[in-house]
């Protein structure tokens, strides 16, 4: 069964409403998730690290007060695109490391089709 | 940025047959994960790999993590059709933080 939950799995909003997007760990505690990005028949594209009881890191390009991102508990990340627009539209997905002794594995919620009309 | 050079892009093949795809790295990574994405999905993990030499298992599915630590391979025997998806690799850097680095994908496809 999944180990993370991402919800909701599709939303349509309209042009400068804001939409926020939860990712759940099952089972784990995550004191790390990460947001991802997803073209069309591309790869992900990671856009910030969330980090439980501190500010997220972004990555170059993405804008921290477009996308906003709190991690308020170790199982619970969630992102808000603000003021949504059309380019907003997009796949995005939500990772949680699950560390054991000597590894690590990442596991991925179902991700959320956003469109943007 | 570091990045995976996964290949082949695409493979387009006949149900029953074998299937290998691999990922290569210019440096040297800790972890290899291969995962499958079926379209509107999230990335479904396969296999995890985490010592160099490892070749693990996983049904029909088998990848090894390479003795150099710069690559891995995926293979995929008596392919059905329900292997149909696009198969990424990704890693842990060495020194790195938790954050995954991907390849762009193999998009597979299998005909009945």
């Known amino acids: 069964g999944a180990v993370v939950s991402q919800h909701p799995s599709r939303v349509i909003c309209k042009s400068g409403t804001s939409v926020k997007i939860e990712c759940r760990s099952l089972d784990f505690q995550a004191t790390t998730m990460f947001w991802y990005r997803q073209f069309p028949k591309q790869s992900l594209m990671l856009m910030a690290t969330s980090n439980e009881g501190s500010k997220a890191t972004y990555e170059q390009g993405v804008e921290k007060d477009k996308f906003l991102i709190n991690h308020a508990s170790l199982t619970l990340s969630t992102l808000t695109v603000t003021s949504a627009h059309p380019e907003d539209s997009s796949f995005y997905i939500c990772s949680a490391p699950r560390t054991g002794i000597g590894d690590t594995e990442a596991f991925f919620g179902q991700g959320t089709r956003l469109t943007v009309v | 940025g570091q990045q995976l050079n996964q290949s082949p892009q695409s493979m387009f093949i006949q149900e029953g047959e074998d299937v290998s795809m691999n990922c290569t790295s210019s440096?040297?990574?800790?972890?290899w994960l291969w995962y499958k994405q079926d379209p509107g999905e999230g990335p479904v993990l396969l296999i995890a790999l985490y010592k160099a030499g490892e070749l693990t298992s996983n049904g029909r599915l088998t990848a090894q993590f390479g003795i150099t630590r710069k690559d891995s391979f995926l293979n995929i025997s008596a392919s059905i059709p329900s292997d149909v998806g696009i198969y990424f690799c990704?890693?842990?850097?060495?020194?790195?933080?938790?954050?995954?680095?991907f390849g762009k994908g193999t998009k597979l496809t299998v005909n009945p």
């Open positions: 990704a890693g842990h850097p060495r020194g790195g933080s938790e954050k995954l680095v």
């Open positions: 440096s040297i990574f800790n972890t």
